[in-house]
């Protein structure tokens, strides 16, 4: 398994965005390592790549830095994205607005336009948070998507609560699944990189589904 062997394997591009804070990188490595991870703002992107039931395919899932200062540069990351998973702190309504906000913003780039979305409702753990109906409602998300294939699943990267039923939903919903082998992966890399984004990790991990 991993990017070294010797059969390409077929990867499906999949990209996490949300405000930072959501909760992205510790759903990542809740989902790698089964434990809670104390993680720091995300300054550039981690990169990891999930088995999926689909022998030979899997998931590369790139974390991108949700911080304002980062948002500008999300767009870097869209060509070739199979499924969108936008990950939403259901538990801060304070921030709602913004998420919605950014949320329009990059279903609006015509480079995502046929991508699927599965929003990935955090934080369910905490008393409070609002369930996958009143997010779609406070998100606008029926009128936003359209004919865009969706789905709210809700999660806490805390407890591991729905993460695997939600991964399982992308590799559902995917629709230009698994054309990209492990070789396009490491280009993209390579390319963003030679941007100067600064990357955290990228190493081979686990199985989903
Ligand atoms: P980001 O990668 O989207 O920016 P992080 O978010 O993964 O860094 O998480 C931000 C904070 O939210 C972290 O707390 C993390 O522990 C917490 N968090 C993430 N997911 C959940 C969840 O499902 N439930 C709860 N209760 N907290 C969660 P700190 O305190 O380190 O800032
Ligand atoms: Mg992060």
């Known amino acids: 398994m991993g990017l070294h062997s010797s059969k390409p394997r077929r990867q499906a591009q999949i990209l996490m965005l949300g405000l930072d804070g959501a909760g ?5 490595y809740r989902l790698k ?6 993680t720091v ?7 990891e790549m999930l ?3 689909k022998r030979g395919a899997g998931l590369t899932v790139w974390d991108v830095g949700g911080q304002r200062k ?4 999300w767009q870097h990351h869209y060509a070739d994205t199979a499924c969108l998973v936008f990950v939403v702190d259901s538990w801060d309504l304070r921030r709602l607005g913004e998420t919605r906000k950014e949320l329009h913003q990059v279903l609006k780039c015509p480079s995502l336009q046929r991508v699927p979305l599965v929003v990935l409702a955090n934080k369910q753990d905490l008393c409070g948070a609002l369930s996958p109906a009143e997010l779609s409602l406070k998100l606008d998300l ?13 999660c806490s990267a805390i407890t591991g609560t729905g ?4 991964f399982r939903r992308v590799v559902y919903l995917l629709k230009t699944a698994l054309e990209q082998t492990e070789e396009d992966v490491k280009d993209k890399f390579k390319k963003l990189k030679g941007k100067g984004f600064a990357v955290m990790t990228m190493k081979p991990v686990l199985r989903c589904g």
């Open 51 to 53: 088995d999926t039931a």
């Open 70 to 73: 980062m948002r500008p540069h």
């Open 142 to 154: 029926r009128r936003l998507c359209g004919d865009r294939a969706w789905f709210v699943q809700p």
């Open 33 to 38: 390592y089964n434990e809670s991870v104390v």
């Open 163 to 166: 993460l695997e039923e939600g």
């Open 24 to 28: 992205k990188t510790t759903l990542l």
């Open 41 to 47: 703002p995300t300054v550039g992107f981690n990169v």
